[in-house]
């Protein structure tokens, strides 16, 4: 993938369609760090380790390992609540690992990806955002919940 990838072309190579009001042909903007997109959040994992602790990207008694390759069509990492649009991570061939196999002490993450080259998720509704190389967390995000105090996750 280039740094010039748009959001048409992203939405092709995915067959993720996105909704109507999003501008296709804008370039999709790389991020090295923290990003939000609905209810889920993106970290680099410097940001919360040791709070975050991937599984090792290595067979362990014989069992495969628990990373696996992000094929071009994309990872889904979460889908809506109400079953419907997904957040889909999406990397060329090579070039990125995801696991779901993560401790967190929040108990907020779902998952982790490492990236030698820049790597995008992509949402129907939120268009698309690209993360620079490196090793990320992917947590649910929370908010505050005035009616019932406390926390919540956050509805998308």
């Known amino acids: 993938m280039t740094m010039e990838q748009t959001l048409a072309s992203l939405s092709r190579q995915t067959g993720v369609a996105v909704l109507d009001h999003l501008e296709r042909s ?21 940001a919360v380790a ?28 979460l889908r809506a609540e109400a079953g419907g649009n997904t957040h889909t991570l999406v990397a060329e061939p090579g070039i990125c690992r995801w696991t779901a196999n993560v401790a ?27 993360c620079a190389p490196g090793t990320y967390v992917v947590r649910r995000q929370r908010e505050h919940d005035r009616r019932r105090g406390g926390a919540r996750f956050v509805a998308d």
Do not use: C, K, N
């Open 26 to 46: 804008m370039r999709i903007p790389v991020v090295d760090g923290l990003q939000a997109q609905g209810d889920l959040i993106v970290i680099p994992l410097d």
């Open 104 to 130: 967190d002490d929040t108990g907020l993450a779902i998952g982790a990806f490492t990236a030698s080259e820049v790597v995008y998720l992509l949402h129907p509704e939120h268009g698309a955002s690209g």
């Open 50 to 77: 040791p709070a975050v602790r991937p599984a090792p990207d290595e067979p362990r008694f014989g069992a495969p390992s628990p990373w696996r390759d992000v094929p071009p069509e994309g990872v889904e990492l």
